[in-house]
């Protein structure tokens, strides 16, 4: 698959619907960082950036490169200033094979050193095979396995966060998976959690983390395009890059 970055600047409506943002507010810088195995990717690219239009004014650059196998090193990462002027950078990349520590601290060191971050999904298997926890530290979390597909219903731990404080408190999630969580590192607080129907154990789902000088938010579930279609998990989302770029998440109605 030859590299493809596409560039998108998405309009979103202040509170409510009932007036426009002030368009001399500078829009979020977003990097999307997407790829790899297992997963819809180009779907999930454009739900989620639609997404997040019904919450901010976000100028995107998409990055989709390393093809649809277990083990890539980006292009991207090799340039030392691979995030510059971005306010945040979603990380929806899937390599779970990929082992070299060097480029692996080539991105958690940016991120450590301040730049936020929204990771998703097989983020959080990206680089499992490793023996460095550098990226795991920087996630939050550290996962190795997953459970089988369901519809898992969610409980919020934090309800008062604006993440997670709109959510409503009966969601069920659309068919996905439930990561297995073996550790929650410090920094790390959850926001909300599932139960897994093979092992009766209560792992979470949505998290926040502090990695370094960087705020992250990070989700286990994205698995499916029904996930990607269902509003509550996109809006819990698009809320957590908000938050993560240092904004305050508001609801809007639909463009």
């Known amino acids: 698959m ?6 998108l600047l998405l309009a979103a409506l202040s509170w409510g619907g009932c007036s426009h943002r002030d368009p001399a507010a500078r829009p979020l810088r977003a990097l999307l960082i997407t790829g790899g195995c297992c997963h819809n990717y180009a779907f999930q690219t ?13 100028d995107w650059t998409i990055v989709n490169e390393g093809g649809n196998g277990t083990k890539a090193e980006i292009p991207l990462y090799s340039r030392k200033d691979w995030a510059k002027g971005y306010d945040v950078v979603v990380h929806n990349e899937c390599f779970a094979d990929t082992t070299s520590p060097d480029y692996i601290r080539s991105i958690t060191a940016v991120h450590e050193a301040g730049v936020p971050a929204v990771v998703i999904h097989c983020a959080m298997h990206t680089y499992r095979a ?13 996962s190795r396995r997953h459970d089988h597909q369901s519809r898992y219903p969610v409980k919020k731990v934090l309800p008062g966060h604006p993440i997670v404080k709109d959510m409503p408190d009966d969601w069920r999630t659309p068919k996905d998976e439930l990561y297995v969580i073996d550790k929650v590192w ?3 607080t959850p926001l909300a959690t599932s139960v897994s129907e093979a092992d009766g154990k209560t ?9 370094g000088k960087a705020r992250v938010f990070g989700t286990t579930f994205g698995h499916s395009d029904d996930t990607f279609r269902d509003a509550v998990y996109l809006d819990m989302v698009s809320r957590g890059l908000v938050w ?3 904004g305050t998440p508001i609801r809007v109605s639909a463009l």
């Open 130 to 142: 490793t023996s460095i926890d550098d990226w795991r530290r920087f996630l939050g979390v550290t």
């Open 203 to 211: 792992y979470p789902v949505a998290w926040i983390n502090q990695a």
């Open 186 to 188: 410090p920094g790390a």
């Open 244 to 246: 993560a770029a240092g």
């Open 46 to 58: 454009q739900a989620l950036t639609n997404a997040v239009a019904r919450h901010a004014l976000v």
């Open 2 to 7: 030859k590299p493809s970055i596409l560039v």
